[in-house]
């Protein structure tokens, strides 16, 4: 049994109520070394060690927030171990996802937000700050960028106008998978590589036909399948990889005709 | 000899004044098929007479600006045959680069400015309406972000951690380049591609260690070049191709130290 409507609507509020002071405070700090809000100016590299800082002070934030209103419930993310294992209800963070291109400046990094019960998704956000789109969903309640409900429009094969998004090529060497990734981009020329969750959210929005990475954490992914489904599309999982104790998430989004289509190239 | 830095101003800022209505023009049509401004909503892929109607009635507004202002100039543009071909300053405009994006609703299109004396770019604007990041600059004047002045800080060699954009792989296919592109993604795992002048802004604001491409054409490099330069990075030809009275081109750009080391994997 699913948590009721009720119940869900009011993660879902909460989850939007805790991604506003995330997105400040990364905002903030993206400023400081981009000169400029993220928006403009003089970029620096920031180091490895502000990156760390910043990641940990989100995720530090993130987690006060969930654990002052749901002291029961459990939260994964990148910075910390796992709170409340057992728990129904997690909350699987990633403070910044795309943390090569938030420390080199570029402004398509985001938050990611997953809320599921007893591994179902139930809700999703995946916040861009620095290009202030905010994409949300919740089970049963369609999906949203900014204030504004999401509908993929399906389309029937793979065009050579239609989009694909891949991860970037490093992350299917990680597996061995490298020689699908170079396979399909001789197949279809038309690819884009994002490498942070705005391939993701492009998927989510319509805006491409596909997008598909390999060797995800559970916290790159745990936002995708509800936002991606409550806004008409097709989540396909295409197994997983285990690392030690972790484990890696190849997945594919999008129009479910093109996701479909492309499936045979990567599973 | 140059034109003296007052001309060079007079038309930098003419040059913002004309991007101004183009970009609204732009952003309505954006708005109308992907509701709500570019910035969210429902995508329906525009089809291929809104595109070329957009493209065209944007080229329109710019030519007319251009020509009411400067009769004499020549201006070169993708929708229209060119004017005043003989003349010493020519406006080389496209008013949507990236129209596959734009089409699709992804917001990183661009309009493309260059502003040429003899040959020599004196001022150049790559404006992105939709994400409201306009970059420009002139020769001896700087270059800018919205209003913040960029200045592109070198790297020593290419670490896996430095971001590389490409032109999208069917650029290179066009001129039998594609083994450069498959190659250079082998060596360096971590690239990116964005197809459109996102890539080439990314690289002019010193967020990428250089932006490769192959197979432009003159609208899509005419306003780089300053950009570049004056943003304090370096831009280097790989080359031109002849496709029947076109010419097309190849271009490397980004901070020196990168551009020079992966140049010979272009060359």
Redesign the interface.
């Known amino acids: 049994m699913l948590p009721t409507a009720t119940t869900i609507a009011e993660l879902y509020s909460s989850a939007l109520e805790f991604t506003a002071p995330a997105r400040q405070l990364i905002l903030d700090k993206f400023g400081a070394f981009s000169?400029?809000g993220g928006?403009?100016?003089?970029?620096?590299?920031a180091d490895a060690s502000v990156v760390t800082e910043v990641d940990l002070a989100a995720e530090t934030l993130l987690r006060q927030l969930i654990s002052a209103r749901y002291p029961t419930h459990g939260v994964i993310g990148e910075e910390f171990p796992p709170l409340n294992k057992q728990a129904d209800f997690q909350w699987i963070l990633d403070p910044i996802d795309g943390t090569?291109?938030f420390?080199?400046?570029?402004?398509t990094f985001g938050i990611i937000i997953g809320v599921h019960f007893r591994g179902e998704p139930l809700v999703g956000v995946i916040d861009h700050p620095a290009?202030?789109?905010r994409y949300s969903g919740a089970r049963g309640m369609g999906a949203?960028?900014?204030?504004?409900?999401?509908?993929?429009?399906d389309a029937e094969s793979l065009t050579?106008?239609e989009?694909v998004c891949l991860g970037?090529?490093?992350n299917f060497?990680g597996s061995g998978d490298?020689q699908r990734f170079?396979d399909f981009?001789?197949f279809h020329?038309?690819?884009?590589?994002?490498?942070d969750c705005f391939g993701l959210t492009?998927a989510i929005?319509?805006?491409?036909g596909a997008q598909v990475t390999f060797n995800l954490n559970l916290w790159d992914v745990s936002a995708c399948q509800v936002l991606v489904e409550e806004a008409g599309g097709m989540y396909r999982s295409l197994g997983t990889r285990q690392v030690g104790d972790k484990t890696m998430y190849h997945i594919a989004m999008g129009k479910p005709g093109i996701v479909r289509e492309i499936l045979p190239y990567f599973e």
Do not use: W
């Open positions: 000169n400029g928006r403009a100016g003089v970029t620096l590299k090569n291109n420390a080199h400046g570029v402004p290009l202030d789109l949203f960028c900014n204030d504004t409900r999401l509908a993929i429009v050579p106008q989009i970037v090529r490093s060497v490298e170079d981009m001789k020329a038309n690819c884009r590589i994002y490498y492009r929005h319509g805006q491409v």
